[in-house]
């Protein structure tokens, strides 16, 4: 079958996905009293008063049987209103919105480099099975996989603010915050303050933000990578011991030509699948970072709001990161079956 | 058969599953690493077993850590390592030291119990879905893929701040929903007609008993627990996936042909032939996974979701020096995190280099070379 | 096709030892070998007998943990002799695919999944007559010039010429990374491709160029591996088992390609098998293999009607023939990490004697063209 047909057939698998994921959702929002549970359906601090919310009652069937409540809150859902967030003080949806570039910035630079990095490391020590760079690489992947992330976050931070003061926790320091939001010389065109730096012509304002974005990208770069160079060490070892090596050899190419041409797409196969995977690290990650450098991003918010028991924003960030683990797989797939001829078969 | 004869024949049958397991570990023990990761857990083992000698319990409930409330009455901060408190204290001046001793306890009690359990119920699904296949594998299958979508901590914060203070189980109900679904496989999937009937009459027992007399459980459940019923309840689609893709690929084996034409039953056929071959994965997955599991519960700790603040667990005495994360008491107070610290990261790397050695000699494309 | 004296291929005692985990495999203990120019030479041995390993080693590309310890492997290019294996790496790189080259036993785990048989076939092409087919570009593109009356050279004109002149020049390797801008010269790696395929008897070449290895039927792909290796016209073509793994019928197909093939690129082929119904079909001479040891070689006729190795007579009575019981050799192929002492072969063989036990027989020659290492048949060093 074409690449079209496998395409469109895991859109119509992902609708029974996205479906059962948001019945899970819901299904822990039946766990909380009516009371909390209209907070789904609120959108502005007015209508937080305890008598409204008797009417948001009435109005959205919270005492009525459960799937009656579902469709109520799943057409909410699909609406785009997930409902009040407590801690951020407007709407879920608009908490997310506003705090995903802050995220998007630690991402934009750790993932390039654990997938890069990882897949380099990875096909080394395979290559080099068993010499320096191996055991190097393997005993370092092991470590960083072990350490908790939030102990390595406090000490980076002790080493590189409290003791040596180079970089700080928070998105930017505060002199530059107030240059930012009170000087009207700085326009937000994307968010991303390392990019907005640059569009204005700021760039002292990009280095500061880019300084603060280095220890949390470091943290999650450091735990994640393991996972990287395993998998492409052991699939790269796999490829080197197949048939189709030894006759490349035999027909004169060198041992680098046959590593890079040969091998290496066929080693890197299982680890865009495993990409997919990686997302769900890195959500994970960034939760636990962003709370240890009061980052302001997604994940400092989820952690926050899962403190104050806000359930509305860790409902709504947890269906957020279902729906982009589940996206983002896809488009792993797909990608998998462009570069494996094979899979399309299937 | 004789009993004795029994005996005889099962060990003879074992003799070549002896050798290959002496063959791996001749193999893990030459190994450095492997060596290492299992003297490490060992050490944490001896730990939690000599916990009373080397930290004396506190009377109210061991795993409450004592409180120096001389020092609190005078200062809020944390004092360094001390004669009196060989690790220090934290803010609220609760001694480092027993922490971590007794934390062992509790890390072991999470990842054990987590394991076990995701094993437990992850085998029963993974099994039943490979075995009945049709729709039953497709809905188990479904339930697990919407469970996997959710990142591991992010879920379990979502459980945790859900599930209720006190959990009223109804066991009987609970029971009758089991029992009905296996039924509803067993008549899917056209299984002998006697044990359906067994099932239907339990079945229709537990259902009697359900409205007539329910039983029910009142279990008051503190944060630690709440953090452990998260963590059973995201830990097991990961293994029902892996050990359903062992069933199906042990499925259609020959011998498995061989054994149904000589009249095996399906359990026996499972017991004897699938699992016993199909284990291996899963023991490369539960040794690496424990790892993981006390990470998660230390990282729910630390976000304040986990342990409340006095009890005996690692990640919690880490969250206690989110207080004092500024210039000039960080590096002062660094112990209060860095010494727990320690204690996690050696307990998971322990369990990583003991798994990383299983798989390297489980893994059968690198075995026997 | 006449066969000359001339040899083009002479291993002498190679000895090659593999360091596994369980002990060190003592694979190859002195094997000699013979290809002469224009002959097919069999090579017939049971499974573990070391016929693949000495088939590698030609090209000396011993997978690890193996290591050649001893012996010289002559081949003959450029009308000189020379030992394989005291040469660098780089004339080893020019040889292999180009002056010798080899076809393998189940042909789809040799192809490259990810590529097609026009991408796998082109390689080759483009390590050993990138020369050549640029020559035939820059040809075809000056013809079309000239009948345009145009004079000049394009842009692709002169990257040829260039690339024709210095081919490691800076600026020519920097040149060719422009995209399309060796597009003649890679239709006629294409068009050669093609070419091939159709030599090798394929039906409609160009939709099977495109195609990946996994589309592929057994016999269809095992053409594409001998187009691969026939590509540059080597003189020593080694077939290890090719039709192995093949329906019977296809195997029929195959072996007739080969010889006909080997007729028109004029290769010496030495072809290894099990089987010695097509080692009779196929073979000039036949070398028999066992334990690591070559024991026995000869013209085909003569080996079939006057085996004298007792090895031989074992293997041609154990073939099975109807209305008569079947016949074994005693015994079982010895593990190499312990071999027996002596001829490998003294404790299955029915005449053996004292001498066996203790001293390995030398391999000399005994008739017209008939060596045997053997103590039946004359003394030791």
């Given at each position: 079958m074409g690449l079209i047909t496998y395409v469109v057939r895991r859109l119509i698998l992902l609708v029974p996905v996205l479906l059962g994921v948001s019945m899970l959702v819901f299904a822990l929002t039946m766990f909380f009293p009516p009371t909390v549970r209209a907070l789904l359906y609120v959108t502005s601090e007015k209508a937080l008063t305890p008598e409204n919310l008797k009417n948001v009652i009435n109005q959205y069937h919270l005492n009525d049987p459960f799937y009656v409540q579902y469709f109520t809150w799943l057409t909410q859902v699909l609406q785009g209103n997930l409902g009040w967030s407590k801690v951020g003080r407007m709407p879920v949806t608009n908490a997310i919105i506003g705090r995903f570039p802050a995220t998007f910035e630690i991402i934009v630079f750790a993932a390039p480099i654990i997938i890069f990095l990882g897949i380099y490391l990875g096909i080394q020590s395979a290559v080099y099975r068993d010499k320096m760079v191996d055991h190097v690489s393997r005993t370092a992947s092991i470590i960083g996989w072990s350490l908790p992330s939030f102990w390595l976050g406090l000490i980076l931070l002790a080493v590189?603010?409290?003791?040596?003061?180079?970089f700080g926790p928070g998105r930017i320091s505060s002199d530059v915050a107030d240059f930012i939001n009170s000087s009207g010389q700085f326009t937000r065109y994307t968010g991303l303050y390392i990019l907005d730096g640059i569009l204005n012509g700021q760039l002292w304002v990009s280095w500061d933000a880019f300084k603060h974005v280095i220890l949390p990208a470091t943290v999650i770069v450091v735990i994640d990578i393991a996972l990287i160079v395993r998998v492409s060490r052991s699939s790269m070892l796999e490829a080197l011991g197949k048939g189709y090596v030894i006759a490349a050899r035999a027909k004169g190419l060198t041992k680098k030509e046959v590593v890079n041409k040969h091998a290496r797409r066929n080693a890197l196969i299982p680890v865009i699948t495993l990409s997919g995977l990686l997302v769900g690290g890195l959500l994970t990650g960034v939760t636990i970072t962003e709370t240890v450098f009061a980052f302001g991003g997604l994940g400092s918010w989820a952690a926050q709001s899962a403190q104050q028991l806000d359930m509305p924003s860790v409902l709504g960030f947890a269906m957020f990161s279902a729906i982009v683990f589940v996206i983002t797989n896809l488009i792993v797939d797909v990608l998998y079956a462009y570069i494996d001829p094979r899979i399309r078969l299937v | 058969m004789t009993a004795r004869s029994r005996w005889e024949e099962f060990k003879v049958s074992m003799q070549p599953r002896i050798k290959e397991w002496k063959f791996m570990f001749r193999r893990m023990r030459e190994s450095p690493l492997s060596v290492l990761g299992l003297s490490i857990i060992f050490g944490f083992a001896a730990l939690a077993v000599l916990a009373p000698v080397l930290a004396p319990a506190n009377p109210q409930d061991p795993f409450l850590i004592p409180q120096d409330t001389e020092i609190y009455k005078v200062s809020p901060v944390p004092s360094p390592p001390s004669l009196q408190h060989l690790f220090g204290t934290t803010g609220d001046h609760y001694d480092i030291y027993y922490a971590c001793i007794w934390g062992t306890i509790t890390a072991f009690r999470v990842g054990i119990t987590t394991v076990g359990i995701s094993l437990v119920i992850g085998v029963i699904v993974g099994v039943s879905a490979a075995y009945y296949g049709g729709p039953a594998d497709e809905i188990l299958m479904r339930f697990t893929d919407v469970i996997i979508a959710f990142p591991g901590l992010i879920l379990a914060m979502a459980l945790v701040i859900a599930l209720p203070d006190v959990l009223f189980l109804d066991i009987s109900l609970m029971l009758t929903i089991i029992l009905g679904i296996t039924m509803l496989f067993a008549i899917l999937s056209r299984a002998k007609t006697k044990m359906t009937l067994t099932v239907l009459t339990i079945f229709v027992a537990t259902l009697t008993l359900t409205l007539v007399y329910p039983l029910m459980l009142r279990l008051p459940m503190n944060r630690l627990d709440k953090v452990l019923i998260a963590l059973w309840l995201i830990g097991w689609p990961s293994f029902a996936r892996v050990i359903r893709g062992e069933v199906l690929r042990v499925k259609n084996e020959d011998y498995i042909e061989a054994a149904r034409a000589s009249g095996a039953s399906d359990i026996r056929i499972v017991m004897k032939h699938i699992l016993p071959n199909g284990v291996y994965p899963l023991l490369i997955m539960a040794s690496l996974d424990i790892g993981a599991i006390v990470l998660t519960a230390a990282a729910l700790s630390f976000l304040g979701l986990g342990a409340p603040p006095n009890f005996a667990d690692w990640g919690q005495i880490i969250e206690r020096s989110r207080n004092w994360i500024s210039r000039q008491e960080f590096l002062a107070n660094a112990h209060v995190f860095i010494i727990p610290g320690i204690f996690i990261f050696v307990f998971v790397l322990g369990w990583n280099l003991l798994g990383d050695a299983v798989r390297d000699v489980l893994d059968p494309t690198l075995r026997r070379k | 096709m006449k066969m000359s004296a001339e040899k083009i291929l002479e291993i002498n005692g190679l000895v090659l030892n593999f360091y596994t985990y369980e002990g060190v495999v003592r694979a190859l203990d002195g094997v000699n070998l013979e290809v002469r120019e224009g002959e097919t030479l069999g090579l017939v041995g049971e499974t573990g007998c070391g016929k693949s390993v000495t088939s590698f080693s030609t090209l000396v590309?011993?997978?690890?943990?193996?290591?050649?310890?001893g012996g010289r492997i002559h081949f003959k290019v450029q009308g000189k002799k020379v030992d394989l294996l005291r040469q660098s790496d780089a004339f080893l790189r020019n040889i292999r695919g180009n002056d010798i080259s080899m076809v393998f036993q189940e042909p789809r785990a040799y192809l490259n999944p990810v590529y097609t048989a026009s991408e796998q076939i082109s390689e080759v092409l483009v390590k050993h007559r990138k020369e050549e087919l640029l020559k035939r570009a820059l040809e075809s593109l000056e013809q079309e010039r000239r009948k345009k009356g145009l004079k000049g050279s394009t842009f692709e004109m002169n990257l040829y010429k260039r690339m024709l002149k210095n081919p490691k020049a800076l600026s020519a390797r920097i040149l060719s990374k422009i995209p399309r801008s060796q597009r003649r010269y890679k239709q006629e790696v294409r068009k050669e491709v093609v070419q091939i395929l159709k030599e090798m008897e394929i039906p409609d070449p160009e939709r099977v160029a495109k195609m990946y290895p996994h589309e592929l039927s057994g016999g269809m792909a095992q053409r594409v591996v001998i187009a691969m290796a026939l590509a540059c016209n080597p003189k020593l073509l080694i077939a290890d088992e090719p039709t192995t793994n093949l329906d019977v019928t296809v195997q029929a197909q195959i072996l007739h390609l080969i010889k006909i093939l080997k007729n028109r690129f004029k290769s010496s082929i030495l072809y290894i098998t099990h089987d010695l119904g097509v080692v009779a079909e196929i073979s000039d001479r036949v070398a028999v293999m066992y334990a690591g040891n070559v024991v026995e070689l000869a013209d085909v006729y003569e080996l079939f009607e006057k085996p004298l190795h007792p090895y031989t007579r074992g293997l041609l009575e154990s073939i099975p023939r109807p209305n008569r019981p079947l016949k074994s050799i005693p015994g079982t192929v010895p593990g190499l990490i312990n071999p027996p002492s002596g001829c490998r072969f003294h404790d299955r063989c029915s005449y053996t004697m004292e001498i066996c036990q203790k001293v390995k027989p030398s391999f000399i020659e005994v008739g017209k063209d008939h060596s045997v290492a053997c103590f039946l048949y004359g003394g030791s060093k």
């Open positions: 590189f603010y409290g003791y040596l003061g180079w | - | 590309l011993v997978p690890s943990p193996g290591k050649i310890e």
